[in-house]
């Protein structure tokens, strides 16, 4: 009972009670040999529960040892301290790197933009928290969709080129699109909270980009004909 708990608990410590209990079954061995003076003699009792005990840990260490054979096959990292239960509960992959963000709008973008990149990805949880894992392979598309992630998050940072706002009818947005469009700039709509974003990258502070905006806007609604399409 105690060779099987520890093959999940504590197979390392396991591995080496088998190479002692090896030893154990041939110095048992050769001490029945020699007294009987034949190559198989029966044991005493107390060498044969001895045996027995150490056949059980030499099983147990053969079973953790093609255990972690499955695990390495399958992809799968074994560590001294990782025990054999993250095998059972999708422990971290060779070669794969793993995020985790608090925010649950954050670990959406994540997803959404690593699947937009095509960069196959698997989620699986620890602790309590979901964790995003990709291949080292895809690093480096999946480094800018992080990144993308991630200062989605903080789209209006002094310190970043990414910008982020919300207006309050599909329409605003629509002309606020065309407008970013019209002089180069690039943007997107990204749904954050339930709301509507229209991203974009520039260095000029959000405020600044929106009043302007709205001022040219402002000045096309001139008249009543026009005023009524504002």
């Known amino acids: 009972m105690l060779a099987i708990v520890m093959i999940f608990l504590a197979p390392f410590a396991l591995m080496v009670l088998g190479g002692v209990g090896v030893v154990l079954l041939i110095v048992l061995w050769l001490k029945t040999a020699v007294r009987a003076r034949k190559l198989i ?3 005493t009792p107390a060498e044969g529960a001895l045996a027995l005990s150490s056949l059980f840990l030499v099983v147990g260490a053969a079973t953790v040892s093609g255990l972690m054979v499955a695990r ?3 992809g799968h990292a074994v560590s001294l301290g990782g025990a054999m239960l ?3 509960g999708g422990g971290p992959r060779v070669g794969e790197r793993s995020v985790y963000f608090s925010d649950p709008g ?4 994540l997803k959404d933009g690593l699947t937009k990149a095509g960069v196959p990805f698997r989620v699986r949880t620890q602790d309590g928290k979901e964790y995003i894992g990709w291949s080292s392979e895809h690093e480096a598309a999946a480094e800018k969709a992080l990144e993308e992630a991630k200062s989605a998050g903080a789209p209006n940072d002094p ?3 990414h910008r982020s706002v919300s207006f309050g009818t599909a329409e605003t947005q629509k002309d ?3 407008w970013l469009a019209k002089r180069g700039i690039k943007s997107e709509i990204v749904r954050n ?3 509507d974003y229209v991203n974009w990258q520039e260095s000029a502070p959000t405020m600044q980009i929106v009043e302007a905006f709205m001022a040219e806007r ?3 609604c001139k008249g009543a004909k026009a005023k009524a399409k504002c």
Do not use: H, V, W
Not at 106 to 109: A, E, G, M, P, S
């Open 41 to 43: 003699a029966p044991f």
């Open 72 to 74: 390495l096959g399958l």
């Open 86 to 88: 993250p095998m059972m």
């Open 106 to 109: 954050t670990q959406q973008r």
């Open 159 to 161: 310190s970043s080129n």
């Open 176 to 178: 606020f699109i065309d």
């Open 193 to 195: 909270d339930g709301k």
């Open 218 to 220: 402002a000045a096309k």
